[in-house]
C-alpha cells in the first residue's frame, strides 16, 4: 500500500510537476541544507555525490530511514527526527531515487 503510494508519488512528481517542489527537491535540499544539526555540516559534507552510501541498498526503507537519522544525531549533532516525518520522507526518497549511488 505504501510502496505503491510512493510509486505514484514519484511517477506524479517526475513526470508532471517537474522536480521542483516536490519531496525529491525538498530531499536534496535537505541533504545539502547544514540547518539539520548543529556544527555546521550536512549530509553533502560527508557524502558529497554518495560516497560512502554504498550499502543503502541492503537497507529496508526503515533501517534507510533510521540511518538517515543516526547521522543527524551522531554526524550533524542534531535533533533525531520522527520517522514519518515529512523531512526523513524527503531525505529517504532523495537517497533511494536521485542519481545518487
Ligand atoms: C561527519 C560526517 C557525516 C555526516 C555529516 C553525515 N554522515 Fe552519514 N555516514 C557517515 C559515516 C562515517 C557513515 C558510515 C559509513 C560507512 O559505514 O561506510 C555514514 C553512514 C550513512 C548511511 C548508511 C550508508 C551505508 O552505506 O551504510 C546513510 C544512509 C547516511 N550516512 C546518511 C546520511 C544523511 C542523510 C546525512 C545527513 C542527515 C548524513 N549521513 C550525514 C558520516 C556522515
Known amino acids: 500500500m505504501k510502496t505503491t503510494a510512493v510509486a505514484v508519488l514519484l511517477l506524479l512528481s517526475s513526470s508532471a510537476w517537474g522536480l521542483e517542489g516536490t519531496p525529491l527537491a525538498l530531499g536534496e535540499t535537505l541533504f545539502e541544507a547544514t540547518s539539520l544539526g548543529t556544527n555546521q555540516k550536512s549530509c553533502a559534507s560527508c557524502h558529497p555525490g554518495g560516497e560512502g552510501l554504498d550499502e ?30 515529512q523531512e526523513i520522507e524527503a531525505m529517504f526518497l532523495y537517497l533511494r531515487h536521485s542519481s545518487l549511488p
Not at 68 to 83: S, Y
Open 56 to 85: 543503502i541498498a541492503v537497507y529496508d526503507d526503515d533501517q534507510l530511514k533510521e540511518m538517515i537519522n543516526f547521522c543527524i544525531r551522531d554526524a550533524l549533532k542534531g535533533e533525531m527526527m520522527p520517522l514519518e516525518s
